[in-house]
């Protein structure tokens, strides 16, 4: 298990960005690399669903309704991973949740939430 700390969530306007910060403060390096990196959302009576994901090899993988306008990244010397999110719309409105992945084994934030309202 990996502890995951979320960050940067709030309120914003349509159109507008935000940028959420995941980082594993007790995890050393070469652990967190091998880790699948990614960022989940559930809406309100909604399920739960992968937004973008990022390999160790910084692979990267998107949900159609985030490409192109979501960025993942991550900095491996700093055990952290970004998601980049601009030109927001109210349906992306949603607890985000960091999510780290090692041969099946999951390890998840506490999450953070966003609300893209006007």
């Known amino acids: 298990q990996v502890l995951l700390v979320e960050s940067g969530g709030g309120l914003v306007q349509p159109g507008g960005s935000l940028r959420l910060t995941c980082r594993a403060p007790?995890?050393?390096?070469?652990?967190?690399?091998?880790?699948?990196m990614g960022w989940y959302r559930q809406a309100a009576g909604k399920q739960r669903e992968l937004v973008a994901s990022?390999?160790?090899?910084?692979?990267?993988k998107y949900a159609d309704s985030v490409n192109g306008r979501f960025t993942i990244s991550r900095d491996n010397s700093q055990k952290k991973v970004y998601l980049q999110m601009n030109s927001l719309r109210p349906e992306d409105t949603a607890i985000y949740y960091c999510n780290a992945n090692q041969n099946g084994v999951d390890s998840w934030g506490q999450g953070t939430q966003v609300t893209v309202s006007s």
């Open positions: 007790r995890t050393i390096t070469s652990v967190f690399n091998g880790h699948t």
């Open positions: 990022i390999t160790g090899g910084r692979i990267t």
